[in-house]
């Protein structure tokens, strides 16, 4: 069993920091790319940061030179450094990774979200 379990969500000021954490659980044997996306309601999930096993990453225009994605290949774990965060960077935040390695198969699988509002 793969899981994706997310951490690091909650209330904070405009112009505030949070940093969020995506562990992957299970027999792994390794992840190429992993994401962050986020959603409000009444909207479609939309792509935030994403970054690849080597380190190659991309960001949504509207997080860019404010956000910093980054992973820990050893820990399978993904993060995601909100600095400077906006009231409009309120949304629940989701990480995937759906190129799971695990045994001969490969996974695509979403973490439960977390919650990021920010406050004027």
């Known amino acids: 069993q793969v899981e994706l379990v997310e951490s690091g969500g909650g209330l904070v000021q405009a112009g505030g920091s949070l940093r969020l954490s995506c562990a992957a659980s299970?027999?792994?044997?390794?992840?190429?790319?992993m994401a962050w996306y986020r959603q409000t309601p009444g909207k479609q999930r939309e792509l935030v940061a994403s970054?690849?096993?080597?380190?190659?990453?991309g960001y949504a225009d509207s997080v860019k030179g404010r956000f910093t994605i980054s992973r820990d290949n050893a820990k399978n774990t993904v993060y995601l450094q909100m600095n400077s965060l906006k009231v409009e960077d309120t949304a629940v935040y989701y990480c995937?990774?759906?190129?799971?390695?695990?045994?001969?198969?490969?996974?695509?699988?979403w973490g439960q979200g977390t919650q990021v509002t920010v406050s004027s």
């Open positions: 995937n990774a759906p190129d799971i390695q695990y045994g001969s198969t490969w996974l695509n699988r």
């Open positions: 299970g027999s792994i044997f390794s992840i190429n790319y």
């Open positions: 970054i690849a096993r080597g380190g190659s990453t």
